[in-house]
């Protein structure tokens, strides 16, 4: 059974950091790209990042580039999401979700809160 | 970035009601459609993938359609699970952007 666990959420002031991590398990984890969706309190969703299989390539949106830089360690299943400089506007649930065919997220977290308030 | 809109935003039907949810992209992104179905306080789950694939496990009441840049999920006997909110999202051009989703209520 595939299974995405986030965890690394809290409360933090603006400016600060916060790392996501997101322990993988079931399938071959350094097989598949994988991807942070994220989710403001009431708002629809919002795809940040992703990553190839062996970490080479990463791409963002926007709003993050510069601030967020996401990795991974294929041999801990895990995938990461470091966020720095964080603002009132990172407010949300960040998912973590693997990439399935054409791209789609076929398999997702709970989600994990991350809180940006002073 | 490629815009998504979706159509209508909010949605009200019955049980056994057939439904339609539209989703137009800003430019042309071929099939690289997907469709997420989201219940409160839960992860989405893919529906759709590849505007037309039905993702493993999902009922075929859940059908997808269109290419370039309009696309359609058709739900075609709505049951009582069904009330959530759905999203699409183009997975052609990073950043994979989503619709800003359509409610579908009682």
């Known amino acids: 059974e595939v299974q995405l666990v986030e965890s690394g959420g809290g409360l933090v002031q603006p400016g600060g950091s916060l790392r996501l991590s997101c322990a993988a398990s079931?399938?071959?984890?350094?097989?598949?790209?994988m991807s942070w969706v994220r989710q403001a309190p009431g708002k629809g969703l919002e795809w940040v990042a992703n990553?190839?299989?062996?970490?080479?390539?990463?791409y963002y949106v926007d709003s993050v580039k510069g601030r967020f830089t996401v990795s991974r360690d294929n041999a801990k299943n895990s995938l990461y999401l470091q966020m720095n400089s964080l603002r009132a506007e990172d407010t949300a649930v960040y998912y973590c979700?693997?990439?399935?065919?054409?791209?789609?997220?076929?398999?997702w977290g709970q989600g994990t809160v991350v809180t940006v308030s002073s | 970035d490629i815009q998504m809109t979706q159509s209508p935003s909010s949605l009200s039907a019955s049980v056994g009601d057939r439904v339609t949810i539209t989703c137009r992209a800003s430019?042309?992104?071929?099939?690289?459609l997907n469709w997420y179905q989201q219940r409160p306080g839960k992860a989405p789950k893919l529906l759709i993938y590849?505007?037309?694939s039905l993702q493993s496990g999902v009922p075929s009441r859940f059908s997808g359609s269109g290419s370039g840049a309009d696309f359609t999920l058709t739900i075609s006997s709505l049951q009582r699970e069904d009330f959530a909110t759905y999203y699409c999202?183009?997975?052609?051009?990073?950043?994979?952007?989503f619709g800003q989703g359509t409610r579908l209520e009682i």
């Open positions: 079931g399938f071959t984890f350094g097989n598949f790209w």
């Open positions: 990553i190839q299989q062996d970490g080479s390539e990463t």
């Open positions: 979700v693997r990439t399935g065919y054409y791209d789609s997220g076929d398999y």
């Open positions: 430019q042309s992104i071929s099939g690289y």
């Open positions: 999202q183009q997975s052609h051009t990073t950043p994979y952007t």
């Open positions: 590849s505007a037309s």
